[in-house]
């Protein structure tokens, strides 16, 4: 039986010709897609870092636990560009504690997805 599910969470990737995108939400701030090892973001407006940096996509490495409804996340990286393009303005390694998926999120959806 499968207790976790590591999952490469890329956000904001470039799509590539071999992968089947799945759209796992559509919103006003976002189009998230997904295939098996990847989630791409696309952003519609860039947002700023924690630092203060402008960045129009991100990629993160997540880990999902498929029993429980929780996540963590091990690294994330911003990216000036859309769509993963551009340069890295920042890396920020998290600490491995685990956070409550709350559903109705994208992160319950990209759990759902990654564990289903």
């Known amino acids: 039986m499968r207790k976790l599910a590591f999952t490469i969470v890329v956000m904001s990737l470039s799509c590539s010709a071999a992968s089947e995108w799945v759209v796992v939400d559509d919103n006003e701030e976002y189009i998230a897609y997904a295939d098996r090892a990847t989630i791409l973001v696309d952003l519609k407006t860039p947002r700023s870092s924690p630092n203060g940096n ?63």
Request: charged residues 20%; glycine residues 10%; proline residues 5%.
């Open 54 to 116: 402008p960045h129009s996509s991100s990629r993160a490495d997540s880990e999902f636990d498929c029993e429980n409804p929780r996540m963590r996340t091990i690294a994330f990286s911003l990216f000036s560009g859309g769509m993963g393009n551009g340069d890295l303005v920042e890396t920020i390694t998290r600490s491995a504690s685990w956070l409550t998926v709350t559903p109705g999120t994208l992160l319950a959806m990209l759990r759902e997805f990654a564990c289903g």
